[in-house]
Each structure stands twice: as structure tokens, then as C-alpha cells.
């Protein structure tokens, strides 16, 4: 059983074009986001949501653009794909926004590949 | 902003060596996690480690948390090719109404046989 899973696995599109990433968590979590992984490997948080309530965006162009249908989901929008959005995006879940330290529970990724 | 500084940023050692990788900030953190991430997949959860001084220990791997909760070590010992991985610290802090976590900046290790 998937816990949190991302489609599609890899994306190899052209510049401006327009992506969708999705993701899914069957953990019955409140608390889902996306997360940016560079070249160097390095983790960095782009959205938050909260039972469909955005809750964290941090400084990401407005071209990215994630939606919540339900709490069970956050997709992931991209606009004029441009060469720097290379990456592999992490979608991950937690059961809480707040109180105590929670697990993150991370999907496989999705390795975007823009030519 | 919080920043994670992990060192080494690779290791390569002999199976059966011991090794430690560091995590230090100037932040202070109400708690830190360590992932580790193969290839081609998400950050797993080792350990969450939340009292300044905290050691954990899970098997061959040991996790400190410094007395200020501000860094972080995990010391393996007598390393196994399965232990290859990127590792990950991640400090946890509170940005408003939301929990969120800063990831240091990993540590490439690889155990040859």
C-alpha cells in the first residue's frame, strides 16, 4: 500500500510549456506539501496546506501554483516552464500543522527535466 | 531564516568503519529530525530527537542533539554498504500558525564492501 504517491515519476517537457504534478496520501493527514530538491541535493519547502487551507508559501515564483481539492490531495500547477525549474518535487504529509514534531512522510518524487 | 550546515557533504569509507556527520546551526530548534533518502526515492524518518543533550540510538546508529538545540550528530558504527545514502537533519520551528521544517544541506555516504 502506497502511503504518499506522486504522478507522474518523470516529466520531460519543453520550456514554456505548461505541468501538472499529482499527489496523493491515503494516511488520512491533514497537513500536505511540496518540497523542492536541486541538483545539489538540497530540500527546500515551497507550499503547505492544511485541510485545503494554504498555510505555508514560501518564496516561489507565482508560476507555481498548487491546489487542494481535498485533504487527501495537492497538486502542483507550473506555468512557462522555464530551464531552473529542473528539479525533482517532493510531495510529503504529516497528521498535524502543529503541536508536537511529526514525521514527514514523503513521496517517491517527481524528477522534472525541462529541455 | 533558519539554516542547516551539514559536514562533510560526502564520505566515502570502508565497510566496517565507524563515522560522524555533523549538523550545526545558529538557530536554536524545538526539535531535529534525521532522514535518510535513496536514490530515486523520498527522505525516510530515522529519528526525531526534541531535549537538548537527547541521545537516541537506534542499532548501529547513534543521535545526539547539543545541549543548546542548536546541532545535531549521528555516529555509525562499523559501517555496512546498506547504510549508503544521502542523509538529511531537519530542524522543526513554528512560522505562524504552521510547523515547518528547514533540511540541512545532506551528506553523500558510501560504504564500499
Known amino acids: 500500500d502506497t502511503a504518499v504517491s506522486q504522478t507522474p515519476k518523470y516529466l520531460v517537457t519543453q520550456m514554456g510549456n505548461d505541468k501538472s504534478i499529482k499527489c496523493e496520501q491515503n494516511l488520512g493527514h491533514d497537513t500536505m506539501y511540496w518540497y523542492k530538491q536541486d541538483s545539489k541535493k538540497f530540500l527546500k519547502i515551497m507550499f503547505s496546506?492544511?485541510?485545503?487551507?494554504?498555510?505555508i508559501n514560501e518564496t516561489v515564483p507565482n508560476r507555481f501554483s498548487p491546489k487542494s481539492p481535498d485533504k487527501a490531495h495537492l497538486n502542483l500547477h507550473i506555468n512557462s516552464l522555464e530551464l531552473g525549474d529542473s528539479a525533482v518535487y517532493f510531495c510529503?504529509?504529516?497528521?498535524?500543522?502543529?503541536?508536537?514534531?511529526?514525521?514527514?512522510?514523503f513521496g517517491p518524487g517527481t524528477r522534472l527535466t525541462v529541455l | 531564516t533558519q539554516l542547516l550546515e551539514q559536514s562533510p557533504q560526502f564520505l566515502s569509507i570502508q565497510e566496517g568503519e565507524n563515522l560522524t556527520v555533523y549538523c550545526n546551526s545558529s538557530s536554536v530548534f524545538s526539535s531535529l529530525q534525521w532522514y535518510r533518502q535513496e536514490p530515486g526515492e523520498g527522505p525516510v524518518l530515522l529519528v526525531t530527537?526534541?531535549?537538548?543533550?537527547e541521545v537516541k540510538k537506534l542499532k548501529r546508529l547513534t543521535f545526539q542533539f547539543g545541549d543548546a538545540r542548536k546541532d545535531s550528530s549521528l555516529h555509525i558504527t562499523a559501517a555496512q554498504t546498506g547504510d549508503t545514502g544521502l542523509y538529511l537533519c531537519a530542524g522543526a520551528f513554528s512560522s505562524g500558525s504552521a510547523r515547518q521544517l528547514t533540511f540541512g544541506s545532506g551528506t553523500q555516504l558510501t560504504v564500499l564492501p
Open positions: 496546506y492544511n485541510n485545503k487551507e494554504l498555510i
Open positions: 510529503a504529509s504529516t497528521p498535524s500543522r502543529t503541536g508536537g514534531p511529526d514525521t514527514q512522510y
Open positions: 530527537v526534541v531535549t537538548g543533550g
